[in-house]
């Protein structure tokens, strides 16, 4: 079983930076892919981006696409999402999930362990 705990959400102003990190534990972090999604208030979860197991493949949602860049570093077991340019509609709570393959992908049934989620609030 795996363990994810995400970190460094808060409340910026449009415009500001963020970065997120997120902790693993209790299994392998090299062989897995990694992802980030987001859930505003009223909506459904959404996926932002997601990583390969080596970092080599990576995509995005159309959204945050040029603002937003994820990396991992495997010899830290630790996933990151550096967050540019927010938005107010970047508001949500986000959470990190541990994929059980290797390649990126934006399909949440890949990704059966989840972190606790950290608030992103942008104010305008």
């Known amino acids: 079983q795996v363990q994810l705990v995400e970190s460094g959400g808060g409340l910026v102003q449009a415009g500001d930076s963020l970065r997120l990190s997120c902790a693993t534990s209790?299994?392998?972090?090299?062989?897995?892919?990694m992802g980030w999604f987001r859930q505003a208030p009223g909506k459904e979860r959404e996926f932002v981006t997601a990583?390969?197991?080596?970092?080599?493949?990576?995509m995005y949602a159309d959204s945050v696409k040029g603002r937003f860049t994820i990396s991992r570093d495997n010899r830290k077991n630790t996933m990151y999402l550096q967050m540019n340019s927010l938005k107010p509609e970047d508001t949500a709570v986000y959470y990190c999930?541990?994929?059980?393959?290797?390649?990126?992908?934006?399909?949440?049934?890949?990704?059966?362990?989840w972190g606790q989620g950290t608030q992103v609030t942008v104010s305008s």
């Open positions: 209790g299994r392998t972090f090299s062989g897995y892919a």
């Open positions: 990583i390969s197991w080596s970092g080599g493949s990576i």
């Open positions: 999930a541990a994929a059980t393959v290797p390649f990126a992908t934006y399909n949440s049934a890949y990704f059966p362990s």
